[in-house]
């Protein structure tokens, strides 16, 4: 069971950047994206689905960021757009064997080692 994240960068604030997130080694049901900013715990920013229809944001990032999934590649993506210097963290990609979105980080089973991402002022 893999999940391996890329994309992360430093991008200053309003601008854009798009994760990807590639998974391998069993089939991947909800899938989500959380993120963790240096002395703060691991937060939920996005989840989505296994068919790609729901999907759920927290309220921090709902109407900046999109999360979409695509099965061929058994991948998924996390569109960033006006980013805020609060943005910034360590982003990881996580898969649970659950078919309906959870935003409980103890729901996902499996995780990715994370991207960074710093939002310049």
């Known amino acids: 069971v893999q999940l391996v994240e890329s994309g992360g960068g430093l991008v200053q604030a309003g601008g854009s950047l798009r994760l990807s997130c590639a998974a391998s080694g069993r089939t991947f049901y909800a899938m989500g994206w959380f993120r963790q900013a240096p002395g703060q715990e691991r937060e939920f920013v996005a989840v989505i689905s296994w068919s790609g229809r729901r999907m759920d944001y927290s309220d921090s990032v709902r109407g900046r960021f999109t999360i979409s999934r695509e099965h061929a590649n058994n991948a998924i993506y996390l569109q960033m757009n006006r980013l805020k210097p609060e943005d910034t963290a360590v982003y990881y990609c996580?898969?649970?064997?659950?078919?309906?979105?959870?935003?409980?980080?103890?729901?996902?089973?499996?995780w990715g080692q994370g991207t960074q991402v710093t939002v310049s002022s």
């Open positions: 996580a898969a649970s064997p659950l078919t309906t979105p959870t935003t409980r980080s103890a729901d996902f089973d499996s």
